[in-house]
Every structure is written in structure tokens, then in C-alpha cells.
């Protein structure tokens, strides 16, 4: 049940933009997006229902595809706060979210 | 707010011991949910406890159980423990189930000799 995140790794440059894929195999819900940074408690982003919408905060945002089960992340022009690994969650209506294994984004001036 | 509060934040224990974590959710949550972090696993779900029943379970052994209290507050049990329960035991507060924003505690470092 844990979703698949692609790249595992992305290094850019401040002022870059990534992009960040997590897929299911299973009907989703609901996808949650977290960021940990090093020694820290993993931190929400933003969460996404079913019904293929996207959301924005600020120069970070995502959409869901619920026909294919896809969510992406889109950080554009990064900073170097963004650095850190983010993780997506989904819920398949069970009543419990399952991550994926990471994302470890590095941003570097 | 008082943020999630999480008791120990290490722990040290030898393989064979039993281990009790705790965890305080937001006042108001009423959704206590638990996962291990580990560097190959990533965060794997443990299990989720919603005004004192546990909702659902993660794929762990039987050795990892848990409980809620009619305070919300929350207990983790890892009996027997081997080396590879040595990882990060992330508490996720939440006013309820479902869509809900999981705020994290710190976690407690578990480490098993």
C-alpha cells in the first residue's frame, strides 16, 4: 500500500524549479504532502482530495490525478529553506495514511 | 496551542526488553496515529487509535501494540524488542480521521543493543 515517489533525489540551484511524483496502486482518497528536514519532525504541506484538485501555497504546489492515482509536488523558483526530504501520504479510506519513501530534495546557491 | 508532545525522546534498551513510548496530541485531537521511521523504510504506518479504538493497523508484528486513553493521550508497546526496532516513533495528532492534517511530535530515538 505505500506509494511510489519519483526522483528518490533532486539537486537544484535557488531559483530552480522541481517537480515531485507519487503514485498509487490503489484508490486514493486523499494524498498528503509532508517535508522533514534533517532531525526534525516531518511537517504538513498541504493535502489533496479525491477529485483531481490542486492547491497552491505560495510557490509550492500540487495536484491529484484521480483517474491515474498521481499526485506531483511543484516547488518553483526554490529557496534554500526547500531543502529537505518531502514525503507524500495516501489514504485509501481505511482510516490510515502511508507514506512514501522520500523524496530528498537539496537546494544549493 | 501546546504542540504534540512525545516521552521519551531517547531511549536505549537491550534486545529481549519491552518498551513503553507515550504520546500527547494537541489538545482537542482526538486522533492519535503512530509510525517508525527508519533509513530503509522510510515511514511505515503503525497503527491509529480514534477516541480510544484502534481504527486500523499497520503490517507490523503482534510485539507492537498500542492504546489510547479517554484524555487522547496515547502509548506504544514494543515487546521482545530485536536490533531492528531501533528507529524514530513518530506520534501524528489529528482532530479526527480521514483528510485530516497529521501534526508530528518530535519522535522518540529507539535505539536496541
Known amino acids: 500500500q505505500q506509494p511510489v515517489q519519483s526522483p528518490q533525489a533532486v539537486i537544484l540551484r535557488e531559483g530552480e524549479d522541481a517537480v515531485i511524483n507519487c503514485s498509487s496502486s490503489k484508490a486514493l482518497y486523499s494524498v498528503h504532502w509532508y517535508r522533514q528536514k534533517h532531525g526534525e519532525a516531518p511537517v504538513f504541506l498541504m493535502i489533496?482530495?479525491?477529485?483531481?484538485e490542486q492547491k497552491g501555497h505560495e510557490k509550492i504546489s500540487a495536484s491529484f490525478n484521480e483517474k491515474k492515482q498521481q499526485s506531483s509536488l511543484y516547488l518553483t523558483a526554490s529557496q534554500l529553506s526547500y531543502s529537505g526530504t518531502y514525503f507524500c501520504g495516501t489514504e485509501a479510506g481505511a482510516n490510515n495514511l502511508f507514506f512514501g519513501t522520500g523524496t530528498r530534495l537539496t537546494v544549493i546557491p | 496551542k501546546a504542540g504534540v508532545t512525545q516521552t521519551p525522546r531517547y531511549l536505549i534498551k537491550t534486545r529481549g526488553q519491552q518498551v513503553t513510548l507515550s504520546c500527547s496530541p494537541i489538545s482537542g485531537h482526538r486522533s492519535v496515529s503512530w509510525y517508525q521511521q527508519t533509513p530503509g523504510q522510510g515511514l511505515q504506518f503503525l497503527f491509529e487509535y480514534f477516541s480510544e479504538t484502534q481504527r486500523n493497523k499497520g503490517n507490523f508484528p503482534g510485539r507492537f501494540s498500542g492504546r489510547q486513553f479517554s484524555n487522547s493521550r496515547s502509548e506504544m508497546n514494543v515487546s521482545t524488542l530485536e536490533l531492528g526496532d531501533s528507529a524514530l516513533y513518530l506520534c501524528g495528532s489529528s482532530s479526527g480521521p480521514y483528510t485530516d492534517t497529521r501534526y508530528f511530535g518530535p519522535g522518540t530515538r529507539l535505539t536496541v543493543l
Open positions: 489533496l482530495l479525491k477529485g483531481g
